[in-house]
Nanobody
Framework: VQLVESGGGSVQAGGSLRLSCAFS????????MSWFRQAPGKEREGVAA????????YYDSSVKDRFTISEDLNRNTVYLQMNSLKPEDTAMYYC??????????????????????WGQGTQVTVS
């Protein structure tokens, strides 16, 4: 099982970026796929999550109405569309996958130790 993130970069405040998380090695089960971020000197925090094939999405209050998580099962990819970016969104962003068939609420999706599968991260810098 592998997760590969891409799409990070540097943008000015108010700009947009779309992150991608390509996953491979999974079966056709449902998974809670999440995005986390970690700024220097801070703990990793959950940003958004999606229950694949079910369409349920969840967001941290700090990004709600600015970020959108979505999936494209034909491409085995989960996206994070980030709009109205702020300097405080600057962080390394990670994709994570929960165990099969455990929905995001049961998983307590924003809890870092709920996940054992992580991508390598992609840097987002907002100035």
């Amino acid at each position: 099982v592998q997760l590969v993130e891409s799409g990070g970069g540097s943008v000015q405040a108010g700009g947009s970026l779309r992150l991608s998380c390509a996953f491979s090695g999974y079966t056709d089960n449902q998974y809670c796929m999440s995005w986390f971020r970690q700024a220097p000197g801070k703990e990793r925090e959950g940003v958004a999550a999606i229950w694949t094939r079910g369409g349920y999405t969840y967001y941290d209050s700090s990004v709600k109405d600015r970020f959108t998580i979505s999936e494209d099962l034909n491409r085995n990819t989960v996206y994070l569309q980030m709009n109205s970016l702020k300097p405080e969104d600057t962080a390394m962003y990670y994709c994570a996958a929960g165990p099969p068939s455990i929905d995001c609420l049961s998983l307590d999706w924003s809890r870092e130790n709920a996940y054992s599968i992580w991508g390598q991260g992609t840097q987002v810098t907002v100035s």
